[in-house]
């Protein structure tokens, strides 16, 4: 499966992700379909976020106020590894549910990868989907 990202998401999301490599930043990922159009920053809320990952819950509720009020949808989200790898871990497994969210791995070094939450694939939940980037 393919999908798209805007070259501004991908590099907010990459600047993010440098700029702060101790520990994992996360987002959302907005859009329609598999067209991410918007990568909106959130804290991360986590006890121990140099390990683990949660999106500020403010965030999340207005993302999906405003898509209900014609905005973009919420196609899934976005997180770093500071330890680099950008394959989901056996703890974003645990985190994710097999309902096709749309989860982006960066990297501080600049490398990414998309992933399409599932039923089966890695950990039993992710398959790897090709991402091209529109110049938008």
């Known amino acids: 499966m393919t999908a798209t990202i805007s070259r501004a998401a991908l590099n907010s999301v990459l600047a993010r992700a440098a700029a702060r490599p101790q520990v994992e930043v996360c987002g959302l990922l907005l859009g329609e379909g598999t067209r ?3 990568a909106r920053a959130a804290e991360n809320v986590a006890a121990v ?3 683990r ?6 965030v999340l509720l207005a993302a999906y106020r405003e898509a209900r009020q014609g905005g973009g949808q919420v196609l899934g989200h976005y997180h770093s590894h500071p330890g680099g790898d950008v394959t989901p871990s056996a703890c974003d497994a645990e985190m994710a549910r097999p309902d096709g969210t749309l989860w982006l791995i960066c990297a501080p ?3 990414f990868a998309l992933w ?3 039923a089966d694939g890695l950990h039993g939940r992710f398959a790897p989907m090709t991402l091209h980037m529109s110049g938008e």
């Not at 990952?53 to 403010?58: K, V």
């Open 53 to 58: 990952f949660e999106l500020d819950p403010a």
């Open 36 to 38: 991410i159009t918007e």
């Open 109 to 111: 070094d600049g490398r």
């Open 49 to 51: 976020p140099e390990r």
């Open 116 to 118: 399409r939450a599932e």
